[in-house]
């Protein structure tokens, strides 16, 4: 057994036996492999199956299960079925279960129903952990581990228990040390909210009104160490009774409330579970778009995440050469959560899964295998249809697979030239303080993100470290809200061109404006101050010179000793400024004004990039070019495909050729 990147792509389906006859499992494992499946998850669900009593563990029906799968070949992950506690733990353990800020406690009856906090559930997730491991860790089928289950879903990192209250104030101790320190950092002087002690710090909700932001930002902090510590219990006995055996966690789709760079820095594996045509209308939640990309999604919401958790994947061994998985792909038809669940458009489900296979996954893993007549998903296609028939997504899985054999295709993860930044505290950041209704840092980093897809380039979404930015040609920064000196330093000597701004540096770890103003530190890079901040409401942009404008969000700066203004507002203040190989973008630009912008940087910079029609996207991966056509009309490519066939792309097309 080896944790090693896989030498090809494949696919793979999340399976439960448990909830089939188990005559019928023969029939789905044959039937998987003959459909081109390699991997299968099991397990992550049933705890209340593998212990119906306390203590009294039913794994026998999970190895016979095991067994059937491998007779086919089949390679098992193998899910800890912590997302799911059952009745008779949360009898036992009423103190287990997560509280909303409105006070209510979020009992039983479907899935998560636990608080991060809470050590005894802690304790009794590492039994049950460490009894599975310890019967199947080294079972020849099994591959690598899943822990738990999209951690957070159903807005459970921030619980308002007891344990939580317990545990935060624990958690300031240790990092104050005194009140006192606590009390000068949170410059609690303000509204007279000085403690005396840290048994007098309760969580920040239920306030008459907004509570101190640095006191949200330490409980968010606090929060969020508590999933990274809850997925470390596991890990730890993973990997001492299943040696060889990868780790994996299934993250999601613009899902924000815990620092997954740093969760995944545990992790073999990172994987997220897409359902572009869920995401398209309750992510998004954009009519125009909605509109234009129905049925097929989002041209590149899926793709920043595919791009954000390739860089989670390569935290662990700190090399490019990581791994990561798309854990949950929607089949190839509608599922049960969306506002709207829609029939796909001809040749989408090919499009979603050849994306991320471009952007370097090594594994493409469909939820689920069969659709349940039962249950709270009952209208979630799968591979099979619930009388357990073949249903559109196999018939798509057996094509892809047989081409995915033409082609040879391995996962590739180069390092991108370019790299933009993403950062889980500054999403929390500006939840507390936006300054305006449309503003948060995930908003304005994905609006550099369409603009680069718009080009065609490989980008990297990576963290605020020196690592993540060195051997770029371009690095953007945008609403980056807290910049250290070393940090500022990497950005200064990394050799690439800086592009920052907007809110860029704009506060301190401890939620305050920087004593020198901000952009902060980054002002060792280039010499301005921000002195005001504005935000408008749609249909009131701030015009630009040159005929562009910012919409929404405007800087008033003041600039020093060796900047240039290379545009001016048409009231005259600094648009956009450069000092050297630094540009900082004062507003949020127009998307005419980001791409002119970005598309000047990249040729200044030598990165090639393309003028693509409008709804075409773009990936390289190793020695091949993927061509991705989101658009409902046929799109003309000659330009990317040379001389090699057909010049047109189908809508929901997919085009690849030898670069």
Request: proline share 6%; with cysteine; glycine share 8%.
């Amino acid at each position: 057994m080896s944790t090693d990147p896989l030498s090809k792509q494949a696919f793979g389906v999340c399976y439960y036996p448990e909830q089939w006859p188990e005559s019928r499992w023969p029939t789905d494992a044959k039937m998987m492999r003959e459909g081109g499946i390699d991997f299968v998850r099991i397990g992550e669900f049933a705890w209340s199956t593998l212990e119906p009593e306390p203590g009294q563990y039913q794994f026998d029906w999970l190895e016979r299960a095991i067994d059937v799968l491998a007779a086919e070949g089949l390679k098992v992950i193998l899910g800890t079925p912590t997302p799911t506690p059952p009745k008779w733990l949360v009898d036992r353990l009423p103190g287990m279960l997560p509280v909303s800020k409105e006070g209510q406690v979020r009992g039983f009856g479907a899935r998560r129903h636990y608080c991060f906090s809470s050590l005894e559930y802690r304790n009794e997730c590492a039994r049950i952990v460490r009894e599975l491991a310890i019967r199947f860790g080294k079972n020849d089928a099994i591959v690598a581990w899943q822990t738990d289950n999209e951690y957070g879903c159903h807005k459970t990192v921030l619980s308002y228990s007891a344990s939580a209250l317990q545990g935060f104030r624990g958690w300031l101790k240790s990092k104050y040390g005194s009140v006192d320190k606590l009390n000068e950092a949170w410059k609690n002087v303000f509204w007279s909210m000085t403690y005396r002690s840290f048994d007098e710090v309760e969580l920040p909700v239920g306030a008459v009104t907004e509570t101190n932001p640095i006191h949200r930002l330490e409980f968010h902090r606090y929060s969020s160490d508590q999933v990274a510590a809850f997925n470390a219990v596991q890990t730890e006995i993973i990997r001492e009774h299943s040696p060889g055996r990868a780790v994996a966690h299934n993250f999601m789709g613009k899902f924000f409330d815990f620092d997954h760079y740093e969760l995944s820095k545990d992790l073999d594996i990172a994987s997220w579970d897409t359902y572009p045509l869920g995401f398209l209308s309750r992510e998004i939640g954009d009519p125009e778009l909605l509109e234009r990309y129905f049925g097929i999604g989002d041209p590149d919401f899926g793709a920043f995440h595919h791009d954000l958790y390739r860089t989670c994947g390569q935290l662990r061994n700190g090399s490019p050469n990581g791994r990561w998985w798309v854990m949950e792909q929607q089949p190839y038809g509608p599922i049960n959560w969306g506002n709207y669940n829609p029939n796909p458009h001809k040749g989408a489900g090919r499009l979603w899964i050849w994306e991320a296979f471009a952007a370097g996954a090594e594994v493409i893993s469909f939820f689920r295998w069969r659709q349940p007549h039962f249950g709270q998903e009952q209208m979630h296609e799968g591979l099979l249809l619930p009388d357990g028939r073949p249903n559109f997504g196999y018939d798509l899985c057996k094509q892809v697979s047989a081409e995915l054999e033409e082609l040879q295709a391995a996962p590739s993860n180069n390092r991108a030239d370019v790299a933009l930044v993403f950062d889980y505290e500054s999403q929390w950041m500006l939840g507390y303080q936006p300054h305006g209704a449309d503003v948060s840092h995930f908003d304005t980093v994905f609006r550099y993100y369409r603009a680069l897809r718009r080009t065609g380039v490989n980008v990297d979404v990576v963290p605020a470290t020196a690592e993540a930015i060195q051997e770029r040609k371009l690095v953007l920064v945008p609403m980056l809200m807290t910049i250290d000196a070393d940090f500022a330093s990497a950005l200064k000597y990394c050799g690439a061109h800086v592009l920052a701004g907007p809110w860029t540096g704009a506060k301190t770890r401890e939620f305050a404006i920087p004593p020198n103003l901000a952009p902060g530190e980054l002002q060792s890079l280039i010499d301005i101050k921000v002195r005001r901040v504005e935000t408008r409401p749609k249909g009131f942009p701030i015009p630009i010179q040159d005929g562009k404008s910012f919409e929404g969000w405007r800087e008033f700066l003041e600039t020093g000793h060796g900047v240039d203004v290379d545009q001016e507002t048409e009231d005259g203040w600094p648009a956009i400024v450069r000092c050297g190989p630094v540009t900082y973008v004062a507003g949020r630009l127009s998307d005419v004004g980001l791409d002119g912008l970005i598309r000047s940087r990249l040729t200044e910079v030598g990165v090639t990039w393309h003028n693509l029609p409008a709804d075409v996207r773009v990936r390289e991966n190793g020695n091949t070019r993927f061509v991705f056509n989101y658009g409902q009309q046929r799109a003309e490519i000659s330009d990317l495909l040379g001389e090699n066939g057909s010049q047109m792309i189908e809508p929901a097309g997919v085009r690849y050729l030898q670069i």
